[in-house]
């Protein structure tokens, strides 16, 4: 079992930049695939972007890609989230999730933190 905590949410311009970090609990975060995911009021939670146990495999959403880069840890039990050239539809609710492999659906994770805000201003 592994415990999930984002932060780094704030609001930010359009443009501008910040840096997402899901610290994890326990010793199997490394085992884990992580994932980000994001949800809009309205709107289904979607998937950001994921990344392998190891690192080496990373996968985007393509309204992210380029923007956004994912990266982790496994010495700090952390997964990042680096957002760049934000805009105002990224403005939601962002969740890191651990699952035992790559997958880019919500119900297929099993551990998710409680979410940390992004706000991008026009």
């Known amino acids: 079992q592994v415990q999930l905590v984002e932060s780094g949410g704030r609001l930010v311009q359009t443009g501008g930049s910040l840096r997402l970090s899901c610290a994890a609990s326990?010793?199997?975060?490394?085992?884990?695939?992580m994932g980000w995911f994001r949800q809009a009021p309205g709107k289904e939670r979607e998937f950001v972007a994921v990344?392998?146990?190891?690192?080496?495999?990373?996968y985007y959403s393509d309204s992210v890609k380029g923007r956004f880069t994912i990266s982790r840890d496994n010495a700090k039990n952390t997964l990042y989230l680096q957002m760049n050239s934000l805009k105002p539809e990224d403005t939601a609710v962002y969740y890191c999730a651990a699952g035992m492999s790559i997958r880019w659906t919500a119900r297929e994770y099993a551990y998710w933190g409680q979410g940390t805000q992004v706000t991008v201003s026009s």
């Open positions: 990344i392998s146990w190891s690192g080496g495999n990373k």
């Open positions: 326990g010793r199997t975060f490394s085992s884990y695939a």
